[in-house]
């Protein structure tokens, strides 16, 4: 190893002259050059070899282990401890029909907000993504109102927020405000009544769209519960558990905001089996085409019908007594009804009489089915 060592620093030294060139103060830096390369290989061999002591991390590389930078990454980006912890969150690509539906809930809200504002406008998912309950909380800036709302046929809850935009934007709208003017915003004061009530109609408008999304899916019904404005008044999951949160964006023309819908996985639990399912369309799997064109090949399938005038029930010993020659004695009469069947299952009720040379059954009503 010593002489590979001495054989690199000669190397080096012959590099270094070359590129420092000739004179007595290039070979003085030649020399101090080539030492401290042939010091830095001699550390490099210490270091690699198996004698040495182990590396000891420094206060910033144990920092960045854990994910505990300052500032955080401008990406957004975790690392370290932090990384491993959030990547066991369920994430919502598990569940690819909720994208249909966050879709179909976008086209309806479009129409349905521009006949309850009377104005353009237009609704775009900004993104779908997992977050645990707490941290969302955390992150709603204020002020803003948030909606508990139930679902009823799940038995759990979700929440919608509103912020201070959109809210003052439905207000100024709804009150006749002039287009083309930023809504004035207020600081430092609660919402009146009057905008909690404007709030709670649009409210209940976006909720009557969510139920008819997740309609074809599952028939679910969106009950408004209350309205909040702290949101440690709007806990409906605990702080560890996981979310979907879908951020949607209302433009009106000049005016807008944004409508935030969370979902807790627990809330989801009921059709989760539903949400796995991977077929796409507006109808959700089924082919309307087949559907018809079944339903109308049905009317003429030909299906055989008997015609049954009466029942005798015997034991099995007097059925083996049976020879050839022998009458069952039927107690039917010309005025007995007599029953159509198809299979087992009774169709219809009738008389039997004669049309032509053709014995036949005249069809009175429908058999009554026990």
């Not at 809200?109 to 998912?125: A, G, I, K, Q, Y």
């Not at 008044?233 to 807008?256: C, K, Q, S, V």
């Not at 055989?304 to 107690?331: C, N, R, T």
């Amino acid at each position: 190893m010593a002489d590979d060592q001495d054989a690199m620093a000669d190397e080096w030294a012959a590099m270094a002259e070359e590129d420092i060139g000739g004179g007595a103060d290039g070979d003085a830096d030649a020399d101090d050059l080539a030492a401290e390369w042939a010091a830095m290989a001699e550390g490099d061999d210490d270091m690699g070899g198996g004698g040495g002591s182990a590396r000891v991390l420094n206060q910033d590389e144990i920092d960045s282990l854990l994910g505990f930078q300052e500032g955080g990454d401008d990406d957004g980006s975790k690392s370290g401890i932090e990384a491993i912890i959030d990547s066991g969150m369920v994430s919502y690509e598990r569940l690819p029909m909720l994208e249909i539906v966050y879709d179909r809930l976008v086209r309806m809200m479009s129409t349905s907000l521009r006949n309850f504002t009377s104005d353009n406008v237009e609704v775009s998912l900004d993104n779908i993504t997992s977050i645990r309950f707490g941290d969302y909380l955390n992150s709603i800036p204020l002020p803003a109102m948030l909606t508990v709302f139930k679902a009823e046929e799940w038995d759990n809850y979700g929440l919608i927020t509103i912020d201070s935009s959109l809210i003052y934007s439905i207000v100024d709208v709804l009150l006749g405000g002039r287009r083309g003017t930023a809504a004035m915003r207020i600081e430092g004061r609660p919402y009146t009544t009057i905008e909690r009530n404007l709030v709670e109609r649009m409210i209940n408008v976006v909720l009557t769209d969510l139920s008819a999304a997740f309609d074809p899916l599952s028939s679910v019904s969106m009950r408004f519960d209350r309205l909040e404005t702290n949101p440690r008044f709007a806990t409906i999951a605990r702080p560890a558990n996981a979310a979907i949160l879908a951020r949607l964006r209302i433009d009106m023309e000049d005016r807008g905001g944004r409508l935030e819908l969370l979902l807790p996985y627990a809330t989801l639990e009921p059709v989760r089996e539903l949400l796995l399912q991977m077929f796409m369309g507006e109808k959700f799997g089924r082919d309307s085409i087949w559907e018809n064109h079944l339903a109308t090949e049905l009317w003429f399938t030909e299906v055989p019908i008997e015609a049954v005038l009466d029942e005798v029930s015997m034991s099995l010993g007097e059925v083996l007594d049976w020879e050839e020659g022998m009458f069952l004695p039927l107690q039917a009469t010309p005025e007995t009804p007599v029953q159509l069947r198809c299979g087992s299952m009774p169709m219809f009720t009738g008389t039997m009489g004669r049309k032509g040379r053709n014995i036949a059954v005249r069809i009175d009503k429908r058999a009554e089915v026990e």
